[in-house]
């Protein structure tokens, strides 16, 4: 009897688990012409909106925006930024703020469209395409790439961003391109 005790003891103290889980840490990374722009550094802002809407015709519209501003304090349109800016105008009707799926510009028969900004009222997307690859509790994995008018050098630019475990946020004011999508 006592050495099914002490080997139920031994199996029951044994069996603890004493590994620690590490939380997946965001990362993104940007190229501008095959250069590398170190984001955490270059960027003292970097700002994350998710917003999910209900159109008139009964769709569910869907934006997400990751913005980076190069000076802090408050998201303004004056200040050096850049936003990469996803947008469903026909998402699934659940919980993401943004679904998984490809994302392409110019517009196709696809309802998900893909926009690289850079402040100024003259730049546009000549084409961009991407992809959101994981989505779980409005925490993202994608990618993409496109070019885009660049006013202020008069050039156009080839952006490629990857990020990974990005917070999709709702607060309205990390933002101001909730507006216009």
């Not at 000076?71 to 050096?80: A, I, L, T």
């Not at 003259?122 to 779980?136: H, K, L, P």
């Not at 885009?148 to 156009?156: A, C, G, M, S, V």
Request: net charge negative; charged share 25%; hydrophobic share 35%.
């Amino acid at each position: 009897m006592k050495r099914l005790l002490l080997l139920v003891g031994l199996l029951f103290w044994s069996c603890e688990d004493s590994r620690k889980v590490e939380e997946p840490q965001e990362l993104i990374q940007m190229w501008l012409d095959g250069t590398e722009i170190p984001v955490y550094d270059y960027y003292e802002s970097i700002t994350t909106l998710g917003v999910k809407t209900l159109t008139e015709d009964g769709n569910v519209k869907k934006v997400f925006v990751i913005h980076f501003q190069k000076d802090g304090g408050r998201v303004s349109p004056e200040k050096e930024h850049y936003a990469l800016i996803l947008y469903d105008i026909d998402g699934l009707n659940n919980d993401d703020l943004i679904d998984e799926g490809v994302y392409v510009n110019p517009a196709s028969q696809s309802t998900k469209g893909v926009t690289l900004e850079i402040v100024g009222l003259s730049d546009y997307t000549s084409n961009a395409q991407g992809a959101i690859t994981r989505n779980e509790n409005n925490i993202v994995d994608g990618v993409v790439e496109g070019t885009f008018y660049n006013p202020y050098n008069e050039t156009l630019q080839n952006g490629l961003l990857l990020f990974e475990n990005v917070t999709i946020g709702t607060d309205t004011s990390n933002t101001f391109y909730s507006e216009f999508y």
